[in-house]
Structure formats: structure tokens, C-alpha cells
């Protein structure tokens, strides 16, 4: 879970430092999928009853906003594209 996490914000992070666009999003969907990786692995953290389930909720919901919020940025990028 720790590297899943991790490897969202390493994926941001490098893509926000490549100068074209469409490095940047696809960087950014790599982050996504990391992020998907993460709920995977915090059901199954669920399911084996490592963790309780109001925890379960917490992270689950922090990551779906992620989520949502990455999506957005996708969306801006693809925006400055076009316009550029």
C-alpha cells in the first residue's frame, strides 16, 4: 500500500516536470492506476481483517477524492493542449 501511494505522488511529480503536455497526462494516468492499485489492496488489507472498517472508509474515501481531483487535472491538461 505504502509503495502504491508513493508511486502516485513520484508519478505526479515527475510528470509535472516534463515539458510536453501529453508526457504530463500520461504520467498522471500512471498515477491514477496507482492509486486504483491502492483501493485494491486496502480491500484486500480489509477483507484479511488487517484493518477495521471505519479505517477501510477513511482511506477509501481520501483515495476516490484523489481520485476525482487527478481526473481534473487530466481534464486541465488535455485543455492546455489544445489551446497550445
Do not use: P, W
Not at 28 to 34: D, P
Not at 48 to 74: F, M, P, Q, R, W
Amino acid at each position: 500500500m505504502i509503495r502504491a501511494a508513493r508511486s502516485a505522488t513520484a508519478n505526479i511529480a515527475e510528470g509535472y516536470g516534463r515539458y510536453h503536455y501529453q508526457e504530463n497526462i500520461q504520467f498522471c494516468r500512471q498515477a491514477r492506476g496507482s492509486l486504483y492499485e491502492l483501493l485494491d489492496h486496502l480491500t484486500v488489507a480489509l477483507d484479511e481483517e488487517h484493518i477495521a472498517l471505519n479505517k477501510y472508509s477513511e482511506v477509501k474515501d481520501k483515495t476516490l477524492k484523489s481520485i476525482k481531483i487527478l481526473n481534473g487535472y487530466i481534464k486541465f491538461l488535455k485543455q492546455q493542449k489544445v489551446q497550445a
